[in-house]
T-cell receptor
Framework: GNSVTQMEGPVTLSEEAFLTINCTYT??????LFWYVQYPGEGLQLLLK?????DKGSNKGFEATYRKETTSFHLEKGSVQVSDSAVYFC???????????FGTGTSLTVIP | NAGVTQTPKFRILKIGQSMTLQCAQD?????MYWYRQDPGMGLKLIYY???????DKGEVPNGYNVSRSTTEDFPLRLELAAPSQTSVYFC????????????FGEGSRLTVL
């Protein structure tokens, strides 16, 4: 079946630390991959996406590369800020079917 | 740009009551979805629709009903509310095609007492 597995949280980092949140997926064919961010009390917002193998999505200093050989889409940021504290969701959309598949989310807290 | 608008933002229900969560989008998206998010958990798909007059069940449809009479609106009906339906509900929409991202509303927080 189709699924997304994210690293367990919560993650706590000091400001300016390097961030990696691991995401691996299971899907047939060539899905599109997404990272969403949810700030406290808000809905989910698209952070970045990649629609084919080897694509790199980037936004607000965050990056993720679509690796088909390892079925991964890890989220990285070189220097996190307090304002990056949020819950991050990895998701996929298959090239057949109409559904999105979300990971369970990873909570990030950045301390000054 | 309004995007996806959900109402109400907050609601408290008594066990056995019914209510409708409203969702409207102004982006002319054919695909619309309802998710619930329990505290500290991920998203679970309740129902989705690929166009007016077409709806389908997701992962957790029991206790809910939907309709899609127009492209813009996708209301979610809760019948006979139960404490297990206490959750935050998110409506989302997107264009056709698997590369399109979901656009989310701000959520409706429902408490059943």
């Amino acid at each position: 079946g189709n699924s997304v597995t994210q690293m367990e949280g919560p993650v706590t980092l000091s400001e300016e630390a390097f961030l990696t949140i691991n995401c691996t997926y299971t899907a047939t064919g060539y899905p599109s991959l997404f990272w969403y961010v949810q700030y406290p009390g808000e809905g989910l917002q698209l952070l970045l996406k990649a629609t084919k193998a080897d694509d790199k999505g980037s936004n607000k200093g965050f990056e993720a590369t679509y690796r088909k050989e390892t079925t991964s889409f890890h989220l990285e940021k070189g220097s996190v800020q307090v304002s990056d504290s949020a819950v991050y969701f990895c998701a996929l959309s298959r090239n057949t079917g109409n559904q999105f598949y979300f990971g369970t989310g990873t909570s990030l807290t950045v301390i000054p | 740009n309004a995007g996806v608008t959900q109402t109400p933002k907050f609601r408290i229900l008594k066990i056995g009551q019914s209510m409708t969560l409203q969702c409207a989008q102004d982006m002319n998206h054919n695909y619309m979805y309802w998710y619930r998010q329990d505290p500290g958990m991920g998203l679970k798909l309740i129902y989705y629709s690929v166009g007016a007059g077409i709806t389908d069940k997701g992962e957790v449809p029991n206790g809910y009903n939907v309709s899609r009479s127009t492209t813009e609106d996708f209301p979610l009906r809760l019948e006979l509310a139960a404490p297990s339906q206490t959750s935050v509900y998110f409506c989302a929409s997107r264009v056709e095609g698997f590369t399109g991202e979901l656009f989310f509303g701000e959520g409706s927080r429902l408490t059943v007492l």
